[in-house]
């Protein structure tokens, strides 16, 4: 026992590896699941004007006393129009998602494919886009989508309309919005999959008689299935409480639960109410990521087998 402890003290149990792999559970704790704790304890807390995180333990009389409120998680599951904004933000992520995946993977595809004197330049103008300011990229799609903006204009020169054409603060704007801003999210994971994918697979399919769609399709998508994974990640958990593309080019009738959370933490001033609409939230998501894992890792342990 006191060499244990001594060890402890002196850090000798902490050898390169173990620090290694610590680094990514410390940071996870920190970054993640302390902030989760704080968000579910305010969650179950009652609205306090004079302390924002509420009160869950009193004391008097030497009686502790503990009250868990359970009736915003009730309100939620029983408010339609919560469920409505919950089921309309997993859409318009799901979307946002599968419109990167189809733009983004021929454009990783050409990188991984390209020469190695290009890539950089096609890696550059992936990341460019994240040298000026997230909010006013967005906010200059306003001044393309607008009636009398630069996309109606063209089409109106081109002749494909007669009329401007609305298409701000519609669920068209929403997407365009949402594609733009995460696409880079889907390209990079792709990219990063395919450019190290070992072209000897594809020379013995081509030897073995399968055309170049054939070798495509059961070859490199299957193999680039990892990066597609990591890009649909990246790209449907922000999405889902994305605020400000939803605010900008949205519309007042989109619902997205970002707006949601921002009406309770800063209107409402209803920090309980707002804080179990983001558990609701962090649930939603990590619950499937949570299935998805689990069957990747059966599949993974019985492929070793």
Known sequence: MLKFLTDLLTLRWLTGRRFVIAVPFVWLVFAFLIPFLIVARISFSEVDAGNPFGTLLTYADGIVNIKVKIANYLFIWGDELYVLTYLSSLKYAAITT?????????????????????????????????????????????????????????????????????????????????????????????????????????????????????????????????????????????????????????????????????????????????????VVVILLILVPMAILNKYQAEQREGGHK
């Open 98 to 278: 599968l419109c990167c995946l189809v733009i983004g993977y021929p454009f990783a595809y050409f990188m991984a494919r390209a020469r190695a004197s290009l890539r950089p330049v096609l890696l550059m103008m992936v990341m460019m886009p994240f040298w000026t300011s997230f909010l006013l990229r967005i906010y200059a799609w306003k001044g393309i989508l607008a009636n009398h903006g630069i996309a109606n204009h063209v089409l109106m020169a081109l002749g494909v309309i007669q009329e401007p054409l609305h298409l701000m603060n519609t669920p068209f704007s929403l997407v365009i919005g949402m594609v733009y801003a995460y696409l880079p999210f889907m390209i990079l994971p792709l990219y990063a999959n395919l450019s190290k994918m070992d072209m000897r697979f594809l020379e013995a399919a081509a030897d073995l008689g399968a055309t170049p769609m054939q070798a495509f399709w059961r070859i490199t998508v299957p193999l680039s299935k990892s990066g597609i994974i990591a890009g649909a990640m990246l790209v449907f958990i922000p999405a889902v409480g994305e605020y400000v593309i939803p605010e900008l080019l949205g519309g007042p009738e989109t619902l997205m639960i970002g707006r949601v959370l921002w009406d309770e933490f800063f209107t409402n001033n209803d920090w309980p109410m707002a804080s179990s609409v983001t």
